[in-house]
Each structure stands twice: as structure tokens, then as C-alpha cells.
């Protein structure tokens, strides 16, 4: 009797991610109301986004303000970001786990600091000037012939951290 070859197909197969970075932002791109949250399986956090979105949502007709409206364009923004980070910190987990040992130690996630106070004191900065024209101190039609400023000092920044890791 001739032995005969046989040949065994290795498939292989990719197992998907448990959460779709994609998708997540779609859903929080076209309703901005916590989907992408409740997506990631964050059902408090959609509730606090549906909370947050429908009330900058009825301040808009009552505000003749803008920030109102900036408020509700960096929430819109930040949700989809938001949505989009979660869904990859859950996959990074989830893979994390299969490949490691549970251990009873829990690794406490370091904080990583970018070394610049730029951003938190720009926003304290607004923060001011916003309070002090809703106590009319401040005209709003004045502050917004010099916004243009804030574009200057954005750029200032930037080309000062260009410089510092040149040397």
C-alpha cells in the first residue's frame, strides 16, 4: 500500500474586534445624542449625552449669545471623538486580556502630561473674558472685532514648541 500525502488546510481566522472604531463615529456623527455610547455598551454616559445634547439643544432659541452654540458645536465634536477613542480603548482591552494572565493586581494607568499649561490657561482666559461680558463689563460686539488674537497666540504656540524640540 502507497502512503499517501495528505494535505491539511490551515485556515486562519481573523477574529473582529469586539467594537467598531468606524462605526462608533458614524453613530455619534448622525445622532449626536449618546448612540455612539450606547454602542460601547456605556449606557450611563449616553444617558448624561442625551441629557447635555437636548438641554444645549433648548438653550439655543433663548440665548442670543453664540457660546450657547459653541457649547453644542464642542459637545458634538467632542462625542464623536469620544465615541470613537472608547471603542478603541475597549478593543485594546479585550485583546489585552486574551493575551495576558489575569493577575489579582490592578496596574494603575499612568497619566501622560504633554508639559505645556498653554491650552488650560487659554481656556481660563476665555473663560473671563465670556464672564465678563455676560456681566456687561465686556461688549460682545467688541470682543468679537478681536478674536482674531486668539488665532496669533494658537500660532505664537506652535511655532515656540517647534523651536523647543529643534533643540
Known amino acids: ?11 486562519v481566522i481573523v477574529k473582529r474586534p469586539p467594537k467598531s472604531p468606524g462605526l462608533a463615529g458614524v ?3 448622525f445622532f449626536p445624542f449618546g448612540t455612539g455610547a450606547l454602542y460601547n455598551s456605556q449606557f450611563k454616559k449616553a444617558a448624561i449625552f442625551f441629557f447635555v445634547f437636548a438641554g444645549l439643544v433648548s438653550l439655543q432659541p433663548s440665548s442670543p449669545q453664540p457660546f450657547v452654540a459653541l457649547m453644542l458645536a464642542g459637545f ?17 482591552s479585550s485583546l489585552h486580556q486574551k493575551l495576558e494572565p489575569v493577575t489579582d493586581i490592578e496596574e494603575i494607568p499612568v497619566a501622560i502630561t504633554s508639559g505645556s499649561i498653554f491650552w488650560g490657561i487659554s481656556l481660563m482666559i476665555l473663560g473671563g473674558i465670556l464672564l465678563l461680558a455676560n456681566f456687561e463689563v465686556i461688549d460682545y460686539d467688541t470682543l468679537w472685532e478681536f478674536w482674531p488674537i486668539a488665532v496669533i497666540f494658537i500660532g505664537l504656540k506652535l511655532v515656540v514648541d517647534y523651536y523647543k524640540q529643534k533643540s
Open 1 to 11: 500500500m502507497e502512503e499517501q500525502e495528505v494535505q491539511i488546510e490551515e485556515k
Open 27 to 29: 453613530l455619534a456623527f
Open 76 to 92: 458634538y465634536f467632542y462625542q464623536i471623538f469620544d465615541a470613537v477613542q472608547t471603542a478603541k480603548a475597549i478593543n485594546r
